[in-house]
């Protein structure tokens, strides 16, 4: 049965990658993580890269950018439509011919949205200037990144996701209210939000501490899904930036550098709050379910 950690305390599915979620009571658990999560993204028309928040030069404004489905999304069905919301309060629906052009508007860029990635998947991301943030030394530069089964594919190794998924590298992200407390601890002048980590599972749980840095290699039990914990989270420069409520801050990342740089399976250390997962075991989860660990 396993050892109980703590209970969900949040549940988040994220309709567009990069844009703001939604925050659930309960969610369906699947293969691909919750169902409907990333299910759509942002295609840059002239690079045909993946448009992620974390190029903060080409796509500042994408973050502030918010995104829910239309209908909750059903087993072994379509994904429904969404409604994207901008920050000057207009909107529009995915299924509306002018989807396209009011996100290329919106971003003074042309875009068009998604429903499948790319097979070179691919994203430019911005290293902020942070020591100890990246183990090849990127500081203010933006680096060309592979992501999801295009990365897998690129070091010879089986992908966690599917073809097709915007996933960066694994279907589900969990974080403990542990780690959220121990970074208000380490940088008191700074808003600890759970939106600045964009995880699927928020735990409660007690202590202070990254208590997750020990689920690694460990199986995670919620309600009745189950997830097998693969990697700790490397954190990046999606932490830093404002969204709605919440100001830039580097602190949280910097504060993460120093006091939370860990080892990533073989390439290196990072920064690192929260972690990766695989699941073992599909069906609903519900905000205060039981979280086990064996």
């Known amino acids: 049965m396993g050892?109980?950690?703590?209970?969900?305390?949040?549940?988040?599915?994220?309709?567009?990658?990069?844009?703001?979620?939604?925050?659930?009571?309960e969610a369906e658990l699947?293969?691909?993580?919750?169902?409907?999560?990333?299910?759509?993204?942002?295609?840059?028309?002239?690079?045909?890269k993946v448009v992620s928040a974390k190029s903060t030069g080409l796509f500042p404004n994408v973050l502030s950018c918010g995104a829910s489905f239309l209908a909750a999304p059903q087993l072994g069905q379509e994904l429904p439509p969404v409604r994207i919301s901008f920050p000057d309060g207009t909107s529009v629906t995915s299924d509306s011919r002018h989807i396209d052009g009011a996100l290329s508007s919106c971003l003074e860029r042309e875009v068009t949205l998604a429903r499948v990635a790319p097979d070179d998947f691919t994203i430019d991301q911005?290293?902020?200037?942070?020591e100890n943030l990246d183990p090849e030394g990127h500081r203010d530069t933006v680096v060309?990144?592979?992501l999801g089964s295009a990365l897998?594919?690129?070091?010879?190794?089986?992908?966690?996701?599917?073809?097709?998924?915007f996933f960066d590298l694994f279907p589900v992200s969990v974080m403990t209210t542990s780690t959220l407390t121990r970074l208000r601890e380490l940088v008191p002048a700074s808003t600890i939000d759970p939106r600045r980590f964009r995880m699927n599972v928020i735990?409660?749980?007690?202590?202070?501490s990254f208590l997750e840095n020990d689920w690694v290699g460990r199986a995670l039990g919620l309600g009745?899904?189950?997830?097998?914990?693969?990697?700790?989270?490397?954190?990046?420069?999606?932490?830093?930036?404002?969204?709605?409520?919440?100001?830039?801050?580097?602190?949280?990342?910097?504060?993460?550098?120093?006091?939370?740089?860990?080892?990533?399976?073989?390439?290196?250390?990072?920064?690192?709050?929260?972690?990766?997962?695989?699941?073992?075991?599909?069906?609903?989860?519900?905000t205060g379910a039981t979280v086990t660990v064996d």
């Open 144 to 146: 060309e990144q592979k």
């Open 224 to 286: 009745r899904g189950r997830l097998g914990v693969a990697l700790p989270d490397p954190r990046c420069v999606m932490t830093t930036l404002a969204q709605d409520g919440l100001s830039e801050d580097t602190d949280v990342l910097r504060a993460l550098a120093r006091h939370n740089r860990i080892q990533v399976g073989d390439i290196g250390q990072f920064p690192c709050a929260g972690v990766y997962a695989v699941v073992e075991a599909t069906g609903p989860v519900q």
């Open 30 to 48: 699947t293969e691909r993580g919750l169902l409907g999560d990333r299910g759509y993204a942002l295609i840059d028309v002239n690079t045909g």
């Open 203 to 208: 735990v409660a749980t007690e202590e202070a």
């Open 126 to 130: 911005y290293h902020p200037d942070v």
């Open 3 to 25: 050892t109980e950690v703590g209970s969900v305390a949040e549940l988040w599915r994220f309709p567009v990658k990069s844009m703001g979620g939604e925050r659930l009571e």
């Open 152 to 165: 897998f594919s690129a070091v010879g190794l089986q992908s966690p996701v599917p073809e097709g998924a």
